[in-house]
């Protein structure tokens, strides 16, 4: 099949033989799928860090697909950040992002490239959607100021892979996940997501003794946090399931607030002192809760535990991270 042929297509069982591109193999999310694709009999999965492909050049991206000639890709690349970064830096996190995306896509397509899973974000929503958030309430009201250029961004990568289906007949898709950590999660204080970011402020109270920690916001807000090793395999299971052009969901269908999240970090690191809340610091969107429906339809449901999922990334943070400061 080519792009230009527009034929119907079935999604099935990805070819384990075939050149499957990672962009982002290094992150979060792109580690995970790395190693759910080599737990699943890949023999050719290929990847490039930053540092020797800039995804912003377009000359270079269209090079190196034009070398590698993947099968299938997964666009796990973005510039990607917590509250905090999003809204201090939201030229980068638009530009940078449509940038990244937009080559990674049209160089894709250019090489007729089978099947690509688009990777956005529940922040794509509105901010007052009404929860648990369906896919059907994207555009339907304004966006949280924290992070809508990144968004923005998002959304336009959604209407990019739609687009092809509709003028190529490509089983694109693009699946939209809530906030996620595991291995690999950034854990800078300034530029994390909230889950590493009290990961590491409580484990170094306790490893110093410090008799109270200060977190941002009012911690009200609610958020859904979903284990890296659960979004690579919803990943996979949709690549070989699903076939349309609705952005799907990927959560585990619960919340919890933010101060809960702390208290469980808390009691899962050891700390025993005091936790303040700085309200001067934004909370962001009030609530973030994926309706989960159509990824459950398309038979996937999250299986880590926050629980084991938070004990596993605290081992994985003492051992990587935390040992680098001693
Ligand atoms: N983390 C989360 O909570 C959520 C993430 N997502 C989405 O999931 C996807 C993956 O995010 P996540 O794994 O957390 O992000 P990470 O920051 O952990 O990883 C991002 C990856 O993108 C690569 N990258 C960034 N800029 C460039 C560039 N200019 N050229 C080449 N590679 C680049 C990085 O490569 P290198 O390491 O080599 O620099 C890195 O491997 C993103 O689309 C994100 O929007 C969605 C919802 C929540
Ligand atoms: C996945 C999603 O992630 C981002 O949205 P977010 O969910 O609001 O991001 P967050 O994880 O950074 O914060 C969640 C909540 O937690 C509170 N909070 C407390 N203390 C810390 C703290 O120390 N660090 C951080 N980052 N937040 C803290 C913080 O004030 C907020 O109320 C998007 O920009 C965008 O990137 C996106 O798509």
Redesign the pocket.
Known sequence: MTASDGLEYTPGELDRDATFYV????????SAIVRKLKASGFENVVGK???E????DRYAVFAYMAEVKPRYIVL?????GGILANSTYPVDFLS?NMR?QTNVLDAALANDVERVAF????CIYPKFAEQPIREDSLLTGHLEPTNDAYAIA?IAGILHTQAVRRQYGLPWISAM?????GP???FSPKGS?VLPALIRRYDEAAACGAPSVTNWGTGTPRREFLHSDDMADAVMHLMEHYDGPEQVNVGTGTDVTIREIAETIADVVGYTGETEWDASKPDGTPQKLLDVSKLAEAGWTAKISLAEGLERTVAWYREHVGALRE
């Open positions: 962009a982002g193999h290094r992150g979060l999310v792109g860090t930053s540092a492909l800039d995804l912003k796990a690349a973005a510039k990607v940078d990244i990777l956005g974000s529940s998002k996940p809530t906030n996620l950590y690999n999660d950034n997501h």
